[in-house]
């Protein structure tokens, strides 16, 4: 997490360099806010520069189903499959390949796309709409792109032929707009060499790592917002004047974008300005952004985001557990920042964790913070609903359900809970029934933990 100050602890191993990624520390933050985030992301950069590789393995390491398509040969049925008249009206037959179920769709060459096929691809991009139905399976997309040629380019310079600058639009559609590093360095260039490997355990690592920002966003926000806000705004006058203008779109993305990345390991709120800042330009599709600008316009800001923060603030921002953050906003009379933590907390955790945090903590809001907003209040409330449902017939599961085997295990775990831990079993049912991934016993243990943290809010409700 961030504060502003430094972190006391190193960054985090890379996850893409588990993935057999290597040279890309510098924009991991950025893949990592774009995951989290769920929101568009292009990449642009010279041919043999892992732009494909990347996405591939983001996915496959989120065991996404991809849709992989290359523009400049795309088509608008290889999308949605082949109409055919269905009395007055049309129905699609599906293809292996169409983009209906799809959870991640890859546009490749986009750059090289046909105007009319960028047209179509605009509410693809930024509603997940395909002839006006909502792909609710949809949940990124991405894009890459080869650099178009600069304004000032020669005759004889280096380019692409047939890469074009992206349609101001449809760039405007992409929250992150990542130019791809150079070749690695050093023992990372001969990992490249060799081949580098994808560690076994690279799924979990970035699996965690994204749930790690994706939990951490409100909270940021709450401490953060008003003055990102106010960053942002001063930054669009300035980029203005120096004919950078940024859509009202824009503005908006560049205020998550850098909630997102200040969500990662980034060390400073400051730092987390300048990385989205820059990342953010949709004129780098057209290969016109003036670099210093940029600087200007972040230094000109800057003084809005460097007030100072509390030390409750600061303790949250720096805890990564969220057990332990919840407890930190729980000794904090701030009811909104108490409810972005609780809220972040149940979108980091598994299934059966969130249902254990919020089975000892719902009792403690609703004596102790009276004022707590009620979208975080009717959240817990939702989690300890579905305990109630499971009391009466959790010990009953027929021996022919599909899922007997998982449910002898619960058994087994709750025969060992004594007296005043038998409410774990309540949690293991409801989670039982939502389907979640750890064992039992790891959901016991988690869930004893919670309660001894907890346990000195619940005497004092």
Not at 24 to 44: G, H, M, Y
Not at 141 to 153: E, G, I, L, V, Y
Not at 192 to 211: K, S, Y
Not at 214 to 227: M, P, W
């Amino acid at each position: 997490m961030l504060s502003n100050e430094p972190h006391s602890s190193p960054n985090p191993p890379s996850v893409l360099d588990a993935l057999g990624i290597l040279g890309w520390r510098s924009r991991e933050p950025i893949v990592l806010a774009a995951l989290a985030t769920e929101e568009p992301l292009l990449l642009v950069g010279p041919h043999g520069t892992a732009k494909s590789l990347l996405l591939e393995r983001l996915a496959e390491a989120m065991a996404l189903r991809l849709r992989h398509y290359n523009a400049s040969i795309l088509n608008f049925d290889d999308l949605i499959g082949f109409p055919v008249p269905d009395g007055d009206a049309v129905r699609y037959l599906r293809t292996p390949g169409d983009a209906w179920d799809a959870e991640a769709v890859f546009v490749d060459e986009l750059s090289r796309c046909r105007p009319d096929m960028q047209n179509r691809l605009l509410p693809l991009i930024h509603e997940r709409r395909l002839q006006g139905r909502r792909l609710d399976a949809l949940r990124y997309r991405w894009s890459a792109m080869n650099p178009p040629p600069p304004p000032d380019a020669e005759p004889e310079d280096e380019r692409y032929v047939g890469a074009e600058p992206l349609d101001a639009a449809l760039a405007d559609r992409f929250a992150f707009i990542l130019e791809v590093p150079g070749l690695p360095f050093g023992e990372d260039r001969l990992r490249l060499i060799r081949g580098p490997q994808v560690a076994e355990d690279a799924g979990a690592r970035l699996r965690d790592a994204v749930a790690t920002v994706r939990g951490g966003l409100r909270t940021v926000e709450q401490v953060h917002g008003e003055a990102v806000a106010r960053y942002v705004d001063v930054v669009g006058d300035v980029l203005a004047r120096a004919h950078l203008p940024l859509s009202g779109r824009r503005l908006r993305f560049l205020f998550r974008n850098i909630l997102a990345v200040a969500a990662t390991w980034v060390a400073s709120i400051e730092d987390a300005a300048m990385m989205a800042l820059t990342w953010s330009m949709p004129q780098r599709a057209s290969g016109r952004v003036d670099e210093e600008a940029l600087v200007r316009a972040h230094h000109v800001a800057l003084q809005v985001l460097q007030a100072p923060l509390s030390s409750s603030q600061r303790e949250l921002l720096r805890e990564r557990d969220p057990v332990q953050r919840v407890c930190i906003a729980l000794r904090d009379d701030d009811d909104d920042l108490l409810a972005a933590t609780l809220l972040d907390a149940r979108a980091s955790l598994g299934t059966a964790e969130r249902l254990a945090l919020s089975s000892r903590l719902f009792p403690i809001v609703v004596a102790t913070r009276p004022g707590v907003p009620a979208i975080a209040l009717e959240a817990l409330a939702e989690d300890v609903a579905k305990l109630n449902r499971v009391v009466e017939r959790s010990e009953s599961v027929s021996t022919a359900d599909r899922q007997y085997q998982r449910a002898g295990e619960i058994s087994r775990a709750i025969s060992r809970l004594e007296g005043p831990d038998r409410w774990v079993a309540e949690v293991l049912w409801a989670a039982w029934e939502e389907g979640f991934d750890l064992s039992a016993d790891a959901v016991v243990v988690f869930a004893l933990s919670t309660a001894a943290a907890l346990a000195p809010f619940r005497r004092a409700a």
